[in-house]
């Protein structure tokens, strides 16, 4: 998988984050090389970053970033036409976006290595209720051809323990952006279990059919 370095503005597109979202503590699960946390920290929020890739120390971490950044791209120009350009506007802006969120990313890891956290979906090392916010890009549902059904439904349990909301954009797979056979069922059942759910569309899309993220908020 991927260590992908996505900005806070993509982030916030993806999300549809408004000013008052960040307002409490965020958590960016499978954060990989994004620059998320560091622009949000750096106007102020309480963001933590949390993804396994966090086990290899910075320099073995930027160098799977930077090829994670070589590796995308030419996934981009080998099947242009399963994406639509009018959020970046090209190939070089959607380079430039990536690589000054890489920059930013590393340099926030050196300088404040505590937001930074080793771990993953579906045992969080975090407490119940630690964040007010989860957002999830890019793991779930985008890798439903390696991660079933149940895992699914545990990740999304997870977030639910340690965040009062989940967001989590994109709702289809990677590569032609196939809708996920099991969603409607994965909503049903964590509706069953008296989470509010919902399906919700986003102010961006960039691979074809990828503009609606899930919010789930938990049963009180
Ligand atoms: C495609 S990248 C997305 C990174 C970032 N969110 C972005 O949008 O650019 C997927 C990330 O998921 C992380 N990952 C893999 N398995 C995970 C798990 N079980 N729990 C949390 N993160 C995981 C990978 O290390 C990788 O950094």
Do not use: K
């Amino acid at each position: 998988m991927l260590v992908t370095s996505r900005s806070f503005e993509e982030y916030e597109a993806f999300f549809g984050l408004a000013p008052g979202d960040l307002a409490g503590t965020v958590l960016d699960c499978s954060a990989g090389a994004s620059g998320f946390a560091a622009t949000a920290n750096a106007r102020g929020g309480r963001v933590t970053a949390v993804d396994p890739a966090y086990r290899q120390a910075a320099e073995p971490l930027g160098a799977a970033a930077e090829a994670a950044l070589v590796e995308g791209e030419a996934i981009l120009a080998e099947h242009a036409d399963r994406y639509l350009w009018s959020w970046y506007g090209g190939l070089e802006r959607h380079h430039e976006i990536r690589r000054a969120a890489l920059v930013e990313f590393l340099a926030d890891l050196r300088r404040h290595p505590e937001a930074y956290v080793a771990g993953g979906l579906p045992d969080l090392p975090f407490e119940d209720g630690a964040f007010d916010l989860a957002l999830c890009s890019h793991l779930l549902f985008t890798w439903s051809n390696v991660l079933d059904e149940a895992w699914h439904e545990a990740a999304l349990l997870e977030l639910l323990r340690v965040a009062r909301e989940a967001r989590v954009f994109p709702l289809v797979a990677q590569g032609a952006g196939d809708a996920v056979p099991f969603l409607p069922s994965l909503v049903d059942r964590l509706r069953g279990l008296g989470h509010r759910v919902e399906v919700v569309d986003v102010p961006y899309e960039f691979q074809r059919g990828a503009r609606r993220m899930l919010v789930a908020r938990r049963s009180a």
